[in-house]
């Protein structure tokens, strides 16, 4: 399977099926001298793992993660980092009735006709769990970032028909939200929403905003890797992304360029700063030294409760009902999903830059003497 790979200098290989023996990662072009253990990873991997409340699923899984290889008396040492969680809690037997079926909103028929092979225990490889290997990773580019201080800080804002209130945002509540909203009111007409759905056996699509700050100007390659560019696809990479949105997003279609550009303004420090951040904090894909926001719009969860018509391998339909258990709500456990895959992206993009100018090349090698 080609795919698997993200990345250009800082690159990411993830591996495993949602019922195989285990989930992982292999990390390569990690720079060497950056603190890392096991406990930075699972502290990520901790806020994605399932069970958390009854808006989760209740697959019993530690999510523990081992540490293969690339790291020496807790540093990183520049050679490749493999990083592994083995499953514990697969009930495929929970797939045994849909085994010759395509579920509804699943990539079971596009699996199927690409590869020929039907691994209908639990999605395989399209399955949800996919995204330990890409936060283990993501928990590596967050301590390369926090070295320059770069911070990157997700949140949900939006399920089904409630949205956060932008006068009532306080970012140091949302991890205490069950649905990592930053928005308590907004929290609380989520779970009443999210307790109909389950009531009726259905589930919820959201969406998770993502704001990284420090990030310095310069980010970015002209053209066809420009920063902006290189996340939507980091993002639309995620199972479930069905939109991204970058600053403004599809709102810039009303605008007028008087009010969509970002004037610059000089600081008393003399020091010049943008008035708005309508681009998101990019223009022309290079990053301007303005905070990051993205926002990413996530399908409801495709397997539910109810009685569906399927499509059979044998070329006929078949109304079935879904066993197993699942997240009637994607968007709480992906907000460290979006972390990862954006911190990933910009420090394979950090990397980029330190040979975008022949200053840079000298300030690590024109006083070496060789």
């Known amino acids: 399977m080609a795919g698997s790979t993200f990345g250009t200098i800082f690159k990411i290989s993830t591996w495993g099926e949602s019922h195989g023996k285990g989930i992982g ?11 890392l253990s096991e406990e930075d990873i699972q502290k990520q991997l901790d806020r994605r793992k399932p069970g958390q409340n009854r808006y989760t699923t209740a697959r019993a899984e530690s999510d523990q993660v081992e540490i293969l290889s690339g790291t020496f008396e807790g540093l990183t040492t520049g050679t490749p980092i493999s ?16 085994a010759q079926l395509y579920r509804p909103g699943h990539a079971d028929y596009t699996y199927d006709e690409k590869y020929g092979i039907r691994d209908y225990r639990g999605g395989g ?14 928990a590596v580019s967050l301590k390369l970032l926090a070295e320059i201080g770069i911070t990157v800080n997700a949140y949900v804002s939006a399920i089904g028909p409630v949205s956060i209130d932008r006068e009532r945002m306080d970012l140091s509540y949302a991890e205490e ?17 999210l ?32 920063l902006d560019a290189n996340l939507a696809k980091a993002l639309m990479s995620i199972g479930a992304v069905k939109a991204v949105e970058i600053g403004d997003g599809t709102a810039v279609q009303k605008a007028k360029g008087s009010e969509n550009n970002d004037a610059y303004l000089c600081g008393e420090d003399g ?33 539910i409760a109810q009685p569906q018509s399927m499509l059979g391998r044998d070329g006929k339909c078949h109304v079935e009902s879904i066993h ?16 990862a895959m954006t911190a990933v992206t910009l420090a394979d993009h950090l990397l980029l830059a330190m040979a975008s100018q022949i200053g840079y090349v000298k300030k690590i090698f024109g006083q070496k003497k060789i």
Request: hydrophobic share 35%; proline share 9%; glycine share 12%.
């Open 125 to 138: 490889r399209s399955s949800g769990r996919e995204t330990i290997g890409r936060v283990a990773a993501g």
């Open 83 to 98: 990083l592994l969680v083995r499953n514990q809690d697969q009930r495929s037997r929970d797939y045994g009735t849909i």
């Open 25 to 35: 990662v292999v990390i390569d072009g990690c720079p060497a001298g950056i603190p």
């Open 324 to 339: 197993g258990r699942h997240d009637p709500i994607i968007v709480a456990r992906a907000v460290p999903v979006v972390e």
């Open 271 to 303: 020091v010049p700063y943008k008035a708005s951040n309508h681009s998101g904090g990019m223009l022309g894909g290079i990053s301007d030294g303005a905070p990051l926001f993205l926002r990413a719009s996530f399908k409801p969860t495709p397997s």
């Open 195 to 226: 307790e109909q759905c389950i009531a009726s056996k259905d589930s919820s699509g959201g969406a998770v905003e993502c704001i990284v700050n420090r990030v310095p100007a310069g980010l970015g390659e002209p053209c066809f890797e420009k």
């Open 177 to 193: 939200s069950p649905v990592r909203m930053p928005d308590k009111e907004a929290t609380k007409e989520a779970l009443a929403w």
